[in-house]
């Protein structure tokens, strides 16, 4: 097999393209940075486009590396080139985008996570690989979220992104009264909220909804809202980050579950 060994290869371009939302956009393909989220793609039988390690890597991978249909050879410094983080594991992949599918309504005692106009990369990254190991069944996102194909993000999931299925709906307000209508509880995170989250009924079907980093969630949300709730803060803290917060919520969830009676 032949090594790519100039940054100004084609194909180094067109990878690089896939840094941006425009470039994910136009060839209908995402990137996957790392040794690890390769390895979480391929357990979900996620099908990868496009495998590039350097020569090292199938050594320390033989098993994987035969399992791929397309491969490329490429020097570290042309690994570097099409990486977005700055000390890349060996191998980068490129994988098809999944075509959007329309939310459907879920069946018995689901937790729904319900998440407006998220915008950093990490946090939704992160709220996601929460999601899977609090048993979110299913995740639902504005349109105005960041772009599900982040290369932060995929990160920031640790491979969870794959577990999750997050689906973007057109209309949240209109889809969170459908779930009412299925008999869910809809609780809403607000900072300022007169009832803390631990003395809210949470037990299933439930649905949490987390807005905005800076904003919040908006009004027309909160005003579906059965409980509004909030989490203690302590020694002058205003706020926590979305993900944190997110977390400590899902987590009480799985603490009434376990004891409810």
């Known amino acids: 097999m032949s090594l790519i060994t100039s940054v100004k290869n084609p194909l180094v371009k067109q990878i690089r393209s896939l840094h941006t939302p425009k470039g994910r956009r136009e060839s209908g393909l995402f990137l996957l940075e790392g040794t690890h989220l390769i390895q979480e793609a391929i357990a979900t ?16 991978y033989p098993q994987l590396w035969e399992q791929f249909s397309q491969t490329q050879l490429v020097s570290e410094s042309v690994l570097r ?49 929460t999601a899977v190991a609090t048993g979110v069944t299913h995740l639902w996102l504005s349109q105005d979220c960041v772009d599900l194909y982040h290369p932060k993000l995929l990160r920031a999931s640790a491979g969870q992104w794959f577990q999750a299925n997050p689906v973007t709906c057109p209309d949240l307000v209109d889809w969170v009264k459908n779930l009412q209508n299925l ?64 977390a400590v919520i899902l987590y009480e969830v799985q603490r009434q579950q376990a004891f409810q009676t």
């Open 183 to 246: 008999g869910a509880k809809v609780i809403a995170t607000l900072p300022h909220a007169s009832r803390l989250h631990w003395h809210t009924d949470l037990r299933l079907p439930c649905i949490l909804l987390v807005g905005n980093e800076g904003a919040g969630l908006s009004e027309n949300l909160v005003n579906l809202a059965d409980h509004q709730v909030r989490i203690p803060l302590w020694g002058g803290a205003e706020s926590l980050n979305v993900a944190i917060a997110t």
């Open 45 to 60: 039988h996620y099908p990868l486009d496009l495998v590039c390690a350097t020569p090292d890597w199938p050594q320390h």
């Open 81 to 129: 080139a099409m990486s977005t983080t700055m000390n890349p594991d060996g191998v980068v992949a490129t994988a098809k985008i999944r075509p959007q599918t329309a939310p459907m309504p879920p069946h018995g005692n689901f937790l729904g996570l319900v998440l407006e106009t998220i915008q950093d990369p990490g946090n939704l990254g992160t709220i996601i690989r």
